[in-house]
């Protein structure tokens, strides 16, 4: 006998207007399965399907493969997680529908070439390759874009500090009218579209990062009629600017993924000028600790990431690595908590982190939701241990 609130796989590939046979092979692929399978080997979808099935559906009309779809989609419809998918997949339609106009801009100039000079332009053809072929780096992009989003969600949603990490660190670059600005590292601009408002009239902000998707995502959100604000995709171990133009150079969270952080010192000190400040976050050995602690708990062979980022570079460390290349140099600790009162955003930050939970929770995710819901049932706190080190230059 069939549950109320629950279709049959008929019923389900009718409202959806799929048909019977997609709905069987996503079952088959582990794409989609069934939220109820009777005794008797009837499959039963629920309303809260048809949101696993859209995501699925859209993901795969931009082109994606099956087996990428499964690693991009997250069995759970809370709305906390689908606000999210859809907001990271909005973006993705952006990005596929720039990226389509620039291979529309490709293919006719290469045709304008053609029918004017009666030769190929071999160069031009391999720029359609390349633009062709995209689908890895928007896959890459989608995974990077949803991680930021949860970590930054997570915070955004049960910090106990008001100010808010950003308008903070804004604070600390005590920025000036006429000022040339650099940030490494701007990931999709939260910095500056917080703090759009508080910028001076009169100042040049160049934000570079090593992801074109991450600068079309800082663009989009910024927006590209301001001509304070340049965006150039950029390694920051080759810095692409003159000796001595900055006045401050930022970097948020940025050096401890750097392989040679002592080159990319040298280059931050060769583009600021004398007197400029290099202002950049990092976090210390204690940040998120209990985070760790609760999914070890769990299952012991968890590990959320492959390295600890604040022995590379952090709160502890960070001063003796920063000391040859910067004169003044001195720690400004952001004071914050977190006091998390719902299992799903905790979640989401868990899956987003580098380490192996992916091998371990997708086969546990109900009973880990439910270990999670218990634990935050009355407010999960969360230690907070971040700041940044503002260095300086001697005139």
């Known amino acids: 006998m069939k549950k109320p609130g629950y279709y049959s796989s008929g019923e389900f590939a009718r409202m959806a207007g799929v048909t019977l046979r997609t709905i069987r092979y996503y079952d088959k692929q582990n794409i989609l399965k069934p939220s109820l399978v009777s005794e008797a080997g009837a499959r039963f979808y629920t309303e809260e399907d048809f949101a696993r099935l859209q995501q699925i559906l859209l993901l795969k009309y931009l082109g994606f493969s099956l087996d990428d779809i499964r690693e991009m989609t997250i069995d759970d419809v809370d709305y906390h997680f689908l606000l999210n998918s859809l907001g990271i997949q909005l973006k993705l339609v952006k990005d596929r529908l720039e990226q389509m106009q620039l291979v529309e801009q490709a293919i006719q100039d290469t045709m304008d070439v053609i029918q004017t000079e009666r030769t190929v332009d071999w160069s031009n053809m391999l720029n359609l390759i390349h633009l062709t072929g995209m689908e890895k780096s928007l896959k890459n992009q989608y995974q990077d874009a949803s991680n930021i989003s949860a970590r930054i969600n997570l915070h955004s949603l049960y910090s106990q500090n008001t100010q808010g990490w950003f308008p903070w660190i804004y604070e600390q670059l005590d920025l000036k009218s006429n000022m040339k600005v650099l ?8 910095l500056w579209k917080e703090n759009k408002e508080k910028l001076p009239k009169q100042i040049e902000l160049h934000l570079t990062d090593i992801s074109e998707g991450m600068l079309r995502d800082a663009r989009r959100e910024i927006g590209v009629r301001d001509k304070r604000f340049y965006f150039q995709t950029a390694d920051a171990c080759k810095i692409p600017y003159e000796d001595d133009m900055f006045d401050v150079v930022t970097a ?8 040679d952080i002592g080159r990319v010192c040298g280059e931050i000190r060769r583009v600021l000028k ?10 210390g050995s204690s940040h998120m600790k209990e985070v760790s602690q609760l999914v070890q708990k769990f299952d012991e062979h968890i590990i959320l990431s492959a390295e600890h ?28 908590y977190l006091v998390v009162p719902e299992p799903e955003p905790l979640i989401a930050y868990v899956l987003s982190c580098h380490g192996n939970q992916g ?3 997708p086969n546990r995710y109900s009973e880990f939701r439910n270990y999670v819901r218990k634990k935050t049932k009355d407010g999960f706190k969360i230690t907070k241990d971040a700041g940044v080190f503002v260095c300086e230059i001697k005139k």
């Open 252 to 259: 948020n969270h940025v050096l401890f993924y750097c392989e």
């Open 309 to 336: 980022l604040y022995e590379r570079f952090g709160k502890e460390n960070g001063r003796d690595i920063l000391d040859p290349y910067f004169e003044q140099i001195e720690w400004r600790q952001y004071e914050d």
């Open 359 to 361: 091998q371990y929770l």
């Open 274 to 283: 004398p007197g400029g400040i290099f202002v950049c976050g990092a976090y």
């Open 183 to 190: 940030e490494l590292g701007c990931g999709d601009g939260e």
